[in-house]
């Protein structure tokens, strides 16, 4: 993310830059995937390792020479199919998706660093080659993992490259370097591909045990689920549309059991020959084998028992890389047809950036995208919720209630429906008690709907002490607050019981309760201590002009134990980088010195 910086240092900024970066760093990688295709489709055009050229038959392209045109068709069309396929959109123009094009950039360096590395190797630049492939495997997946964690995959993604392709087409030529060769698969490529997928293993209990609470599915209703969802990716890859669900995938039907929906036991059965057929056909159309294990390899953490949700269309950006390579190849077979071939490759990529232009003009149509995606998605409460809050956002607060009166009885348990009807309600001019109860109801079920009721419970706060919502007073919000706590789904998590009495402490100060509001406040702080936290507290204290009991906020903050430390993730080492850097510390100094410079020693004693 350190990338955002290249297009703005203040926040909130303009999408348009971010969005431009977007555009030339998926450029850039078409072109890198464009240099590995060429690569692997000159490995494939020359014979396996011990097998006489004449008798081989291989469609991939088995000769004594390469064949030059072959491979660049091949190269161009994979590449450009990918480059400019619809589906790819939405990762490429939602910026937060840089992620993974960086992922993926690392990904595919890493490809040409291991192929140049080999090539070292067997010319018997033993050092050199070594280098460059600790380098590739290792550097490269480090940084990957920085942009996305899926960047954990590229060991398994360059063995099957090394298995399927390079080491049948392009062997060592001595003893000792096909030890070094080995040597270097097993530390580079198959150790850090063992190491994952226990990784993913431990992590089973766990999400077995919390994804019921945080999802309202099951991991086995996950695993039935995937399946269908890959067949639609892949529906959706070779069958490219002007328009799809976009972002919001929330709807999408989970399978309770392998008839229900009755398409589960298909799409497991179609996935899993999928998979037969890269393994069963890597020998002899070792294109087609690699680029759907490619595929289904890079849809292993996405798409497997890891509790994330269910559907998006931005997993399909790297695993899709090799998916066109195989069609580009018998489009560029010699024979009498070439050039009716050539044509229709010219052809399917015309057709295919016109649906990506068609896309990519709604993308830039922020009012009909939102319009466009709740047609769509008629049952996605967060597609209609989306469309909604444009509508308030044009003034058109009628349109909006329309819109959650209608998705309420089917969305009865999803906060952002209830909780965004009361606004639009409240624009109307009165509350309707009818919604306040849905809303109470909503919060007192809903699973994973905290963050967006929280945000709307600090927008509301802002509404009540304006005293601009007829129908709706602070007792009202008092009332969700309490149907908030109820939730058995939100309750056992530290972050989310923070989150709450947060709320309550800012309620307390809109009430003029500064003394219930530090209590609240202190009791936020320490289910899950932290400085940011602290600081915001302590300062909206000192902004309701209660400075002596900010102060007394930080020192509640310095006297608590320091929690423990987390496991390996990006916020462990975003902490790291703050803490080495004394930024909470002079954020806090700055702080104190300024509720300090508030304070008199009267008001201390009054407060």
């Not at 660093?113 to 050199?128: D, E, N």
């Not at 019921?212 to 689920?225: A, D, E, M, S």
């Not at 890079?298 to 399909?316: A, I």
Request: some cysteine; overall charge positive.
């Amino acid at each position: 993310m350190l990338s955002f910086l290249l297009n703005a240092r203040n926040w909130p900024a303009a999408p348009y830059p971010f969005k431009v970066t977007n555009v030339i760093l998926h450029l850039f990688n078409g072109a890198l995937l464009a240099v590995v295709l060429w690569k692997l489709g000159r490995t494939l055009a020359y014979p396996k390792a011990n097998e006489d050229v004449q008798a081989l038959h291989v469609p991939d392209g088995g000769q004594s020479a390469p064949d030059t045109r072959r491979v660049a068709i091949a190269a161009l069309f994979g590449a450009g199919c990918w480059l400019v396929h619809p589906l790819l959109v939405s990762t490429t123009l939602y910026v937060v998706q840089r992620a993974a094009m960086l992922s993926a950039t690392f990904i595919l360096i890493a490809i040409l660093g291991w192929m140049a590395s080999r090539t070292k190797l067997i010319h018997g630049y033993s050092a050199l080659a070594l280098g460059g492939m600790a380098a590739s495997a290792w550097l490269c997946t480090l940084l990957a993992v920085l942009c996305k964690a899926n960047g954990a995959l590229l060991p398994l993604m360059l063995l099957l490259i090394e298995w399927i392709v390079l080491t049948p087409r392009h062997p060592m030529r001595s003893p000792d370097s096909k030890k070094l060769m080995n040597l270097a698969v097993t530390i580079f490529l198959i150790l850090p591909t063992i190491i994952l997928v226990g990784y993913l293993i431990q992590m089973l209990p766990g999400a077995i045990r919390d994804t019921p609470n945080t999802r309202g599915w099951t991991v086995g209703q996950r695993l039935l689920t995937e399946p269908r969802v890959l067949t639609d990716y892949l529906r959706l890859l070779f069958v490219p549309h002007a328009y799809s669900s976009g972002l919001f995938n929330d709807a999408f039907p989970v399978s309770n059991g392998w008839l229900d929906p009755m398409s589960t036991l298909p799409c497991a059965l179609f996935i899993l020959a999928l998979i037969g057929a890269g393994f069963a056909l890597r020998k002899r159309h070792p294109a087609i084998a690699l680029a759907l294990l490619f595929y289904f390899a890079g849809q292993l953490m996405e798409s497997g028992w890891v509790p994330l949700e269910l559907y998006f269309e931005h997993r399909n950006y790297l695993p899709a890389m090799l998916l066109f390579w195989p069609i580009g190849l018998a489009l560029g077979q010699q024979g009498p047809l070439r050039l009716m071939r050539t044509l229709t490759a010219f052809v399917v990529l015309a057709l295919m950036g016109m649906l990506s232009t068609q896309r990519a003009a709604l993308w830039g149509n922020a009012v009909q995208q939102a319009r466009m995606w709740a047609a769509i998605n008629p049952d996605s409460a967060r597609a209609q919720t989306s469309a909604a809050l444009y509508d308030l956002q044009n003034n058109h607060p009628e349109l909006a209630a329309a819109r959650l009166q209608t998705a309420l009885p089917t969305h009865p348990d999803d906060v952002q429906i209830s909780l965004n009807l009361i606004t639009a309600e409240c624009r109307l001019g009165a509350v309707n008690p009818a919604t306040i109860q849905a809303a109470r109801t909503a919060l007192s079920n809903d699973r994973v709907g905290n963050g967006a009721a929280f945000h709307w419970f600090g927008d509301t706060l802002a509404l009540l002490t304006k005293h601009a919502c007829k129908g709706f007073d602070d007792h009202d919000l008092q009332s969700l607050l309490d149907a908030a706590w109820r939730n058995p789904h939100w309750r056992p998590y530290p972050g989310i019981r923070q989150d709450l009495y947060h709320l309550q402490g800012s309620l307390d100060l809109v009430r003029q309760q500064p003394q219930q509001a530090l209590q609240d406040f202190d009791l936020a702080l320490e289910q899950a201590p932290g400085p940011a936290i602290a600081l915001r507290q302590a300062a909206a204290l000192g902004t309701s002009n209660y400075p002596c009991l900010g102060l007394l906020q930080l020192d509640h903050f310095a006297a608590l134990p320091k929690p423990p430390e987390s496991g390996f993730s990006m916020s462990r080492i975003h902490a790291w980088v703050l803490q080495r850097q004394s930024y909470w510390d002079r954020e806090i100094a700055n702080l104190r010195q300024e509720l300090a410079n508030a304070a008199s020693p009267s008001q201390c004693s009054a407060q």
